[in-house]
């Protein structure tokens, strides 16, 4: 079956997402500056989370542009994996209004964690489906990144119970490290 439907539905589930989000910045009473001191943290959480799933929609543009057709698994994988982008506006509502405690910082890692996951289960059904020699098997490759991005994710929950502060900055490393988008899938279908 042709993708057309799995990538106009991803794109508007992540429209909502980040819709969702914003609706947790709630604006102040007051109209002066001090008034804005108890958002920012929820700010922070925000952008972060704002970040992380554009991060996510600019790879999965990529990821479709290297294949030419979905099956029922690949559906299936899909949906887990936008399972897991809807919950950010939880957590990274709960990180921001706890400002940044252990748990909630925790709790933001492991859905990081498991969206990371399920991206990578959706990377694996479209090899499958399309085989080890496609060209997206050939862009994927190892996926070093996207392991190192796995460790960072587990070492940073760990550490949320030590030191809240530092496990986020681990997931603004991480971001960073996707920031630019992935090249490998240009490079690969560049004639």
């Known amino acids: 079956m042709g993708k057309g439907r799995l990538e106009a539905f991803s794109d508007g589930v992540i429209a909502i997402i980040i819709t969702i989000m914003v609706l947790e910045l709630k604006v102040p009473h007051e109209s002066n500056l001090e008034a804005l001191r108890p958002l920012v943290p929820i700010f922070l959480s925000y952008v972060l989370s704002f970040i992380y799933v554009g991060i996510y929609w600019n790879n999965h543009h990529h990821l479709l542009q290297a294949v030419r057709n979905v099956n029922g698994p690949i559906l299936w994988a899909n949906l887990h994996w936008l399972f897991w982008l809807s919950l950010f506006p939880f957590a990274s509502g709960w990180m921001g209004e706890n400002h940044f405690a252990a748990l909630p910082v925790s709790l933001y890692g492991g859905i990081?964690?498991?969206?990371?996951?399920?991206y990578y289960i959706l990377t694996r059904a479209l090899i499958a489906h399309h085989?080890?020699?496609s060209t997206l098997?050939?862009?994927i490759g190892r996926d070093f990144k996207g392991k190192l991005s796995l460790a960072f994710y587990a070492l940073a929950i760990i550490l949320s119970f030590v030191n809240p502060l530092v496990a986020f900055a681990i997931y603004v490393l991480v971001a960073m490290m996707w920031l630019i988008p992935d090249r490998r899938i240009e490079r690969t279908l560049a004639p």
């Open 137 to 139: 098997a050939a862009a």
């Open 131 to 133: 085989g080890k020699d």
């Open 112 to 118: 990081l964690f498991g969206a990371a996951i399920a």
